[in-house]
């Protein structure tokens, strides 16, 4: 997951291009309009939890 800043985005797709070559499941999740620590705090928090939910239900093949 990634905050609005793009100072933040360093090596993000690098290191998204190395977990593909190696089978890794990766998912970006850009969160537009947010500070660097966003996904501790309201209004974030709950669409962080509810995305990493969905992440996991899907690489594990989990349903709600």
Aim: one cysteine or more.
């Amino acid at each position: 997951m990634n905050s609005a800043l793009e100072r933040m985005h360093a090596g993000r797709d690098d290191f998204k291009k190395l977990m593909d070559a190696k089978g890794v499941k990766v998912k970006i999740i850009p969160f537009a309009d947010t500070p660097h620590s966003f996904c501790l705090y309201r209004p974030w928090f709950g669409k962080v939890v509810a995305d990493v939910t969905t992440f996991l239900q899907e690489i594990y093949g989990l349903h709600k």
